[in-house]
């Protein structure tokens, strides 16, 4: 018998508004095609302002920020290997998966789901 009495926000996105804010916070990524770095903020700003009033969005929040970290981490580790010529396919890579996961993400967040993105490293849980 679990005694655990913390709160456990919903995985799912249960609401219409929250399906929406669930999906502008992925698509907010692509944000970065127009301005740069605008879509490492907007996210970050999206979630933590209706993490509280969304506990659900939470999760799709921290999803967004570990896999901003992870591609920055695999596009230095891209940058590096350049020099071997190896580093663009992965900057390519990088390029694709950059778009297309944000577009997921952003569909299964509007029918309710959260959609973990593939290599993704988990900083935050």
């Known amino acids: 018998m679990s005694y655990n009495m913390q709160h456990q926000p919903p995985m799912s996105l249960q609401t219409q508004d929250e399906k929406q804010m669930g999906m502008f916070l992925h698509l907010s990524q692509l944000i970065n095609i127009v301005i740069p770095f605008?879509?490492?903020?907007?996210?970050?700003?999206?979630?933590?302002?209706k993490k509280e009033e969304m506990p659900a969005l939470d999760a799709h929040g921290k999803m967004v920020v570990n896999w901003l970290i992870s591609s920055f981490i695999y596009l230095v580790v891209s940058?590096?290997?350049?020099?071997?010529?190896?580093?663009?396919?992965?900057?390519?890579?990088?390029?694709?998966?950059?778009?297309?996961?944000?577009?997921?993400?952003?569909?299964?967040?509007?029918?309710?789901?959260?959609?973990?993105?593939?290599?993704?490293i988990k900083f935050l849980k």
């Open 38 to 49: 605008g879509g490492i903020i907007a996210p970050i700003v999206l979630w933590q302002m």
């Open 79 to 120: 940058g590096i290997l350049t020099i071997v010529i190896v580093g663009l396919l992965g900057l390519l890579a990088i390029a694709v998966m950059s778009v297309v996961f944000p577009i997921i993400g952003g569909i299964k967040a509007n029918n309710g789901e959260l959609w973990e993105y593939p290599l993704t």
